[in-house]
């Protein structure tokens, strides 16, 4: 339960049908659909009703109806002054249980929680208001300033959903987080509203680099990881955290007009005696090229080093060098790509916490991740997709893509 399904409520009530309800929210019609179907089926009195193609409030939901606006008007205090768009209904309860209590153990066992998990809660919450909201001491915790200037607008929404309580208002999913951190090494264009609209998991995502071979903080504080396994480079996945490969493609390389003659594959030791671009010196991708090369047998000749962007872009265009790439990474323009002989393979990675509250929304993306690359190689390599497709067993992820 959030600020959203409250307006959704209200909106149902003015009479407004799906698609209207999705363009007043900012959300897609399957958002819509399925917020609608879990009010009508959740709680102890449902606040919804389904008929027909529509939906309509119960006789508990008109009963709750003045709560209701009273909750999402006191919701909208709360989210113009952190500034957030979704106040889930359990963030305010963490915060209230912990300003009550005074101690984060106090609130755990009041809200029958292992401290440990309240603990994290707490610091997601924290992150996404944008706020420290307790000062910590070995005798408990305290309002900081940030906190005490919500305190009128949370004490206000504390009560109206404390009337929300009595009418069987739906509760929260515990194994459906509403909120979640991601951390990507690249920025998938329709991953946030995908997972907003079909999860209905509300998602910050931060683009980072991973500049070593170790996972970076950025990454450890995330709920979710999404990075580049590259060739002979690949991440120690820490302890705690459970990975799946989204999709694995073969290594590329980008090569100059006149680098080699119009083959279909071409083999790294053609290479040797060209100009290499990397990016910076002990990055992942840096490393990688190394090791390939010397495994091939020689040592490449690192002239220029860039990360991604214009400069190296320039540097690939003019001819001057020779780069590692992927078969969907390939930058469109007219840059020259052939497939590499050896078997080398980017495989792209989602991470998350063994058992954690973001396992069903990881193994999603997994899955959304997996089907977007099928698009993307029917799109610019169907040949490529065919031949994936074709073998089975070394490349067993397209077999049913």
């Known amino acids: 339960m959030d600020s959203v399904d409250l307006r959704l409520v209200l909106g149902v ?3 407004a049908d799906q698609s209207a309800l999705a363009s ?3 959300l897609g019609e399957t958002a819509v659909r399925k917020r609608l179907r879990r009010l009508a089926t959740s709680g102890a009195t449902p606040w919804l009703r389904r008929a027909g193609s529509g939906y309509h409030l119960t006789d508990g939901g008109r009963a709750a109806l003045g709560a209701i606006g009273e909750a999402a008007s006191a919701c909208a205090a709360v989210t113009a002054v952190l500034g957030v768009e979704v106040l889930p209904v359990r963030h305010v309860r963490v915060v209230t249980a912990i300003l009550a209590s005074g101690s984060i153990s106090g609130a755990a066992r009041q809200l029958g929680l292992p ?9 997601r919450i924290e992150r996404r208001w944008g706020n420290v909201l307790f000062q910590r001491a070995p005798g408990g915790v305290s309002a900081t300033p940030a906190l005490d200037r919500l305190l009128p607008h949370l004490r206000l929404l504390e009560k109206s959903l404390s009337r929300l309580a009595a009418t069987g208002m739906p509760e929260d999913d515990p194994g459906v987080p509403c909120d979640l951190e991601v951390a990507c090494e690249f920025g998938f264009t329709g991953l946030l509203d995908a997972l907003r609209d079909e999860a209905l998991v509300d998602v910050q995502q931060h683009i980072v680099s991973v500049p070593g071979p170790d996972w970076t903080p950025d990454m450890r ?6 990075y580049a396994d590259l060739p002979l480079a690949s991440l120690t996945t820490p302890p705690g955290w459970t990975t799946a490969v989204a999709f694995e493609e073969p290594a590329y390389v980008l090569l100059p007009r006149t680098a080699v003659s119009d083959r ?5 030791r053609d290479l040797a005696g060209h100009d290499w671009l990397t990016g910076p010196a002990g990055t992942r991708n840096h490393r990688s090229v190394l090791a390939v090369c010397r495994a091939a047998g020689f040592v490449p000749r690192v002239r220029f080093t860039a990360l991604n962007g214009p400069s190296g872009r320039h540097i690939l265009e003019a001819g001057e060098a020779v780069a590692l790439t992927s078969a969907t ?18 495989r792209l990675v989602v991470g998350w916490r063994h058992g954690g509250p973001a396992t069903a929304t990881a193994e999603w993306m997994v899955r959304w991740l ?3 690359h099928v698009q993307r190689l029917a799109q610019r390599r169907p040949e490529l997709l065919a031949e994936l497709r074709a073998d089975p067993v070394g490349w067993p992820g397209y077999v049913d893509a």
């Open 13 to 15: 009530a003015d009479g």
């Open 370 to 372: 997996r089907e977007q």
């Open 329 to 346: 990474l390939v930058p469109a323009g007219a840059l020259r790509t052939v497939r590499l002989a050896e078997d080398l393979r980017v």
């Open 24 to 26: 007043r929210l900012g």
């Open 115 to 123: 401290q440990p998990s309240l603990s994290a809660q707490l610091s």
């Open 264 to 268: 279909e594959t071409v083999e790294l």
């Open 221 to 226: 504080n995330a709920d979710i990881c999404v």
